[in-house]
Nanobody, 126 residues
Framework: QVQLVESGGGVVQAGGSLRLSCAASGGSFSSYGMGWFRQAPGKEREFVATISYSGGGTYYADFVKGRFTISRDNAKNTVYLQMNSLKPEDTAVYYC???????????????????WGQGTQVTVSP
């Protein structure tokens, strides 16, 4: 029912910035909490950030706090992840996810989300 399409990944040097976008269709975007996760080679998928359905609440993993900003534009059915001061250890596939089942805030668990995007590669060179 819900489809998520990510874009904006790429290759940047350490210290650079990227802005990821996730466009949603097929559901009621404005009623969904949204999240970003990432998965590096050989690592488990890990929580990055989440934003409440209205955009009024945000929550971040410690390792990105102060560097990344999650935001959403409900009029455009899109959630964003602004990534600044990127580090090589940020290299991963980044996934957008939608909580269409009103999971408990903050949604930091994989199981909190019902729909997932295809992922977009972010590579940060040393």
């Amino acid at each position: 029912q819900v489809q998520l399409v990510e874009s904006g990944g790429g290759v940047v040097q350490a210290g650079g910035s990227l802005r990821l976008s996730c466009a949603a269709s097929g559901g009621s975007f404005s009623s969904y909490g949204m999240g970003w996760f990432r998965q590096a080679p050989g690592k488990e998928r890990e929580f990055v950030a989440t934003i409440s359905y209205s955009g009024g609440g945000t929550y971040y993993a410690d390792f990105v706090k102060g560097r990344f900003t999650i935001s959403r534009d409900n009029a455009k059915n899109t959630v964003y992840l602004q990534m600044n001061s990127l580090k090589p250890e940020d290299t991963a596939v980044y996934y957008c996810a939608a909580d269409a089942n009103d999971s408990r805030w903050p949604q930091v668990r994989l199981s909190d989300y019902e729909y997932w995007g295809q992922g977009t590669q972010v590579t940060v060179s040393p």
